[in-house]
Structure formats: C-alpha cells, structure tokens
C-alpha cells in the first residue's frame, strides 16, 4: 500500500512539473515598419466611440472609459452639424465614433485633463437610451 501511494505521488509531481510549451507564444513587437498594420493603424490617430455634446463655445465627448475636451476646429463644427438632427434639445448628446488626436497639453480654453482634435468623422447616431431623461425646472 505505502508503495502504491509513493508511486502515485511520484507520479503527480512528474505530471504537475512538466513544461507545457504549447501554451507560451511569441510575441512579436507591433511597429509602423510591421507589414500586417494598415495606414489608418500607422499614423497614431485614436478610434474613439461615445456621447457628444457641443453647447455654447465648449465641445465634450464622453466615452465609456474617459471623458475628452474636444477642440473647436473646422471638423468638430461639421460633426455638430451632422448631429443636429438627433438632438431634440441644444443639450442632448448624441453617439458619435471618430478618429483624432488625443493630447494631455495645457489649454487656456479646454480645462480637461485629456482632449481630442477630430481628424476624421466615421458615424454619428441618435443617442442610446431616449427614456433616461431628467428634467428639472418644471
């Protein structure tokens, strides 16, 4: 009995200890020089999805993760413009999924931490949820 259960402990630490060398992979390090990147992932602009809103002379757009001050270019007015037609109120955001420039640089307009300059407009769409309204005032 005693070498039955030395064998088969024995045998669990063999089985426990072996290298498994299908799991581990190689990672290879992405660069601009990589073949299998495409020119949009080459030239260090952000996909960003999220709510937007632009009111008065200040432009935001809030993603799941961060909110972003967006500054006021000739894109972001063109993007207001397409989104005219989902907002009901001048206050409403709508979904928005662009590609810019994100910065961490001192503003003396926009006062977040983190801003975007729009390069390029993808989708613009009604916002999520119509219910979730909260009105004050009335």
């Known amino acids: 009995m005693k070498k039955l259960l030395i064998l088969f402990l024995c045998t669990s ?7 498994d060398t299908k799991s581990k992979k190689e990672e290879t390090p992405v660069s601009p020089e990589n073949s299998e990147r495409t020119e949009k992932q080459s030239d260090g602009l952000t996909l960003l999805k999220g709510a937007f809103i ?5 432009a935001v757009l809030q993603t799941h993760a961060e909110i972003y001050g967006v500054f006021v270019t000739d894109k972001m007015l063109e993007l207001n413009k397409m989104a005219e037609q989902y907002k009901k ?3 409403d955001m709508v979904q928005i999924e662009i590609r810019g420039k994100i910065t961490n640089q001192k503003d003396e307009k926009i006062l977040w931490e983190n801003k975007v300059e729009i ?3 993808l ?3 009604a916002p999520k949820d119509k219910d979730n309204v909260i009105k004050l005032g009335q």
Do not use: M, R, W
Not at 13 to 19: A, E, I, P, R, T
Not at 54 to 58: F, I, P, T, V
């Open 13 to 19: 630490v063999l089985v426990g200890c072996k290298n």
């Open 119 to 121: 390069v390029e407009i």
């Open 89 to 91: 109120q001048p206050t």
């Open 54 to 58: 632009y009111h008065g002379d200040a």
């Open 123 to 125: 989708s613009v769409s």
